[in-house]
C-alpha cells in the first residue's frame, strides 16, 4: 500500500464561500483565503492537459456545457469550527433526478456533518446560473461515519447528496445526469478529465478549472482507489468528478504532494458494494420523500 500522509487540504476551511454572496463576484473573490499545502510542480513532461500550469490545470472554456455543465461548487459550514468550506460535486444520473456525487469528507469533517449545504451547478465567475439548491439529505459510507480518520478510509472517501429547490428536480434544469461508472480495483484509466475549482496561489476559486490524467491503482484493500501523477489538485478540488467516456470513474479525495518525491491526486472509484448501496439507498429516499 502507498504511504499516504495525507493531510486533507483539498477540503479547504479557509476557503469562505457564503451562499448568500455568491450573486457578488467581488464578495466571492475578496472571501477566499486560502491556506495552502505546499505543491510540487508536475514534471512538464507529465502535463497531458493542453495550456496545463505548474500543477496540469487549465481553465474550462466557457460556456460549460455536457458534463461541465453539470459539475459546480458543493458549500457548508463547519458548525464548531465555525467555518466555511468549498468542495466540488457533479450531478449524477438517478431516477430521482436529484442526486449531487461529492467526496465524503466534504460532507463530515472530523466526524461531524456540515450545515447549510448547498450545491451551485454551472458555478461561475461567483454567479451560480441555475440557481442555488439546499441539500435535504447526505449519504456516506457507514465506515466514514464510524471511524477516526486515517489513510485506510480513502477508499471509502465518495458521498451523495439530495438536493431541493421547489417541485422541480435537479436534472429538469442542468440535464441528465452523468452515469456512475463501476470500476473494479486494479482498474487502470488513460485520459481521465478532472473538473473543480481550486483555489489558492494562482486559482480564484471562482471558476471551473480541468486536468487530464492517466490513473492506475493506489491500493490493494477494500475496493482499492485510483492514483494520478498527471495532476496535483490544490486546495478546493476534493469532491470534483474523474470523467471517463460520458461517465463519472470517481471522485478527487486527497492530495499526498510532501510523501512522496513526485507527487499524486487521488481519486475514489465507485466499484464496490458500499457505493452500490449507498447509491441505491440515496434515489430510494429522494423518491419518497424528496423534501428530506
Known amino acids: 500500500m502507498l504511504r499516504l500522509a495525507l493531510s486533507l487540504a483539498l477540503l479547504d476551511p479557509a476557503s469562505v464561500l457564503d451562499p448568500a454572496s455568491v450573486l457578488d463576484p467581488a464578495a466571492v473573490a475578496g472571501s477566499a483565503v486560502v491556506t495552502e ?28 456545457t455536457g458534463a461541465r455543465r453539470l459539475t459546480g461548487v458543493l458549500l457548508g459550514r463547519d458548525p464548531v469550527a465555525k467555518t466555511d468550506v468549498l468542495c466540488g460535486g457533479t450531478v449524477i444520473g438517478s431516477r430521482s433526478r436529484s442526486l449531487v456525487l ?15 449545504l448547498a450545491f451551485l451547478p454551472g458555478f461561475d465567475r461567483g454567479r451560480p446560473p441555475m440557481g442555488v439548491w439546499p441539500v435535504v439529505r447526505t449519504w456516506v459510507p457507514a465506515k466514514w461515519r464510524t471511524r477516526p ?21 435537479l436534472e429538469s434544469v442542468t440535464g441528465r445526469g452523468l452515469p456512475p461508472m463501476a470500476t473494479t480495483r486494479g482498474t487502470e484509466l488513460r485520459g481521465l478529465e478532472l473538473l473543480g475549482y481550486p483555489a489558492g496561489r494562482g486559482y480564484p476559486g471562482t471558476k471551473m478549472y480541468r486536468c487530464v490524467g492517466d490513473a492506475t491503482e493506489g491500493v490493494s484493500e477494500g475496493p482499492g482507489l485510483m492514483i494520478t501523477r498527471n495532476c496535483h489538485a490544490a486546495a478546493g478540488g476534493s469532491g470534483g468528478p474523474a470523467l471517463y467516456g460520458g461517465a463519472v470513474a470517481g471522485v478527487v ?40
Do not use: W
Open 102 to 116: 461529492t467526496a465524503a469528507h466534504c460532507l463530515y469533517h472530523d466526524g461531524r456533518l456540515l450545515e447549510h
Open 37 to 64: 499545502v505546499a505543491q510540487r510542480n508536475v514534471p512538464v513532461p507529465h502535463v497531458l492537459t493542453p495550456d496545463g500550469d505548474r500543477l496540469g490545470y487549465a481553465p474550462v472554456p466557457r460556456p460549460y
Open 253 to 292: 479525495s486527497s492530495s499526498s504532494p510532501l510523501s512522496d518525491a513526485k507527487g499524486y491526486t487521488v481519486l475514489t472509484r465507485l466499484g464496490g458494494r458500499p457505493f452500490q448501496r449507498m447509491f441505491t439507498r440515496a434515489d430510494r429516499e429522494m423518491r419518497l420523500k424528496p423534501g428530506g
Open 149 to 169: 480518520y486515517s489513510p485506510e478510509l480513502l477508499p471509502y472517501d465518495v458521498g451523495l447528496v439530495g438536493v431541493a429547490s421547489g417541485k422541480r428536480p
